[in-house]
């Protein structure tokens, strides 16, 4: 097929140029071959012709992710969006080269059109493909549209232009397969899947971001963390005393871990544990928590500074809190445990039988601040148990 330029003067656009009228746009709407319901991301959207046909072929069951890091663009596509009448289009300004605002397993089609060569590929391919990767559902495909590697009388200079040759050597590197080649005239159509192949995942190596999913949640009368996590540090609510009274009352307490009733199976056999380990997120840990590495520990300012990681603090990196609890009864899906700190709503992680012989029992050292906070506790409660008796 020939290069035959189709934009006219009324196809231009304020806000970035598009490649929409540079060919038939249903020829390439034929090759993606978009299905009622689709999920339709188009990465470096620009004005939104795409997106905006992509959204009348999706209908209503379907969305259309319209990204471009030209915020003018995004607001523009977001006007057009509303007078034609198009409700299933999130445009949204976003660098492309970055983390993509789509959650994972979603998107039927990932399309980019003429945006690669305007990217610096070697610095952004492992991120760009790894993001485009995770957002893709099993059966997703990506559709690339770029200039031909010729020398066009419009269009970005010969060595910006990358042929399909090296764009499939780029991508298959991240798991990926050419699926068809299409002629548009000056540009060309590249569409890839997952690659059949199990190669090695340099995606899955080099990832970041783990994706943790709770297991269940628990359900009990603790509103509110003892231990208040902020980004100066920490804070004991009320006085130790008060507090350690909170915590002794957990050991009598009933708390309920509901595992979620799609992991049917996982707690056969669980019973003939008398304690588990439940690792629990400590979702009330405020997002500052998270980026402090010295506490005082237990938030008392008499005692020297310690790094998080020598404390049992809430607030750290990754807020992950694991306590050794009793377990009372198991009722189908909901365990009833005693022992158990968490503040209520609190996402459950993991649970692990607890086996006393898996942890070395001698020689076990503990720095001298620790061992006088436990004797203080110790006292607190014991001072605690002959009140009430
Ligand atoms: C030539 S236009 C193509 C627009 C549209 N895809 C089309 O073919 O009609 C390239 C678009 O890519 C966008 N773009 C370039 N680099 C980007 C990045 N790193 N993140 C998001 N958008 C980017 C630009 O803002 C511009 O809107």
């Not at 596509?77 to 080269?97: M, T």
């Not at 970055?98 to 397993?105: F, Q, R, T």
């Not at 039927?108 to 492992?126: G, Q, Y």
């Not at 968490?342 to 649970?351: L, N, Q, R």
Request: proline letters at 6%; charged letters at 25%.
């Amino acid at each position: 097929m020939t290069c035959k330029h189709q934009c006219d003067g009324k196809n231009r656009h304020k806000n970035g140029k598009s490649s929409f009228w540079m060919q038939d746009p249903e020829l390439v709407f034929g090759e993606l071959n978009l299905k009622e319901g689709d999920y339709f991301l188009d990465l470096g959207c620009g004005p939104g012709d795409y997106s905006i046909r992509a959204s009348q072929l999706v209908g209503n069951s379907g969305i259309v992710y319209a990204l471009d890091r030209n915020h003018d663009a995004i607001v523009d596509l977001r006007d057009k969006a509303v007078s034609v009448g198009s409700k299933n289009i999130k445009a949204e300004v976003c660098d492309i080269s970055g983390p993509l605002p789509v959650k994972d397993s979603i998107v039927d089609i990932c399309f980019i059109s003429t945006v690669l060569h305007s990217l610096n590929l070697a610095d952004v391919e492992k991120t760009l493909f790894c993001e485009i990767k995770r957002v893709l559902k099993p059966d997703g495909r990506v559709a690339i549209i770029e200039c031909k590697k010729e020398v066009q009388p419009f269009g970005p200079p010969i060595g910006m232009r990358i042929s399909p040759e090296e764009l499939e050597g780029t991508i298959t590197q991240y798991g990926f397969e050419r699926i068809s080649l299409s002629d548009l005239g000056c540009n060309y159509l590249i569409q890839f899947k997952r690659a059949s192949e199990n190669l090695p995942d340099p995606c899955g190596q080099t990832s970041c971001d783990i994706v943790l999913r709770p297991v269940g949640i628990i359900k009990n009368k603790i509103e509110k963390p003892f231990l208040v996590a902020g980004g100066s540090g920490l804070k004991i609510q009320g006085d130790l005393e008060d507090a350690l009274g909170k915590i002794d009352r957990t050991s009598e307490e009933i708390s309920n871990i509901i595992i979620d009733e799609g992991l049917a199976g996982i707690l056969d056999g669980i019973e003939e544990y008398s304690h588990l380990i439940i690792l629990y997120w400590a979702h009330k840990v405020p997002e500052e928590g998270r980026s402090l590495t010295k506490v005082h520990p237990m938030g008392r300012e008499d005692i020297p500074q310690r790094g998080v990681f020598c404390t049992c603090s809430p607030a750290r990196p990754n807020p992950v809190l694991m306590t050794v609890v009793r377990l009372q009864e198991r009722k189908g899906n909901v365990l009833m445990v005693t022992g158990l700190d968490a503040v209520d709503g609190s996402p459950v992680i993991d649970i692990k039988p607890y086996v006393k012989d898996f942890y070395p029992q001698e020689g076990v050292h503990i720095p001298e601040w620790m061992q006088r906070l436990q004797e203080e506790v110790g006292k607190i409660k014991s001072r605690r148990k002959s009140n009430i008796n």
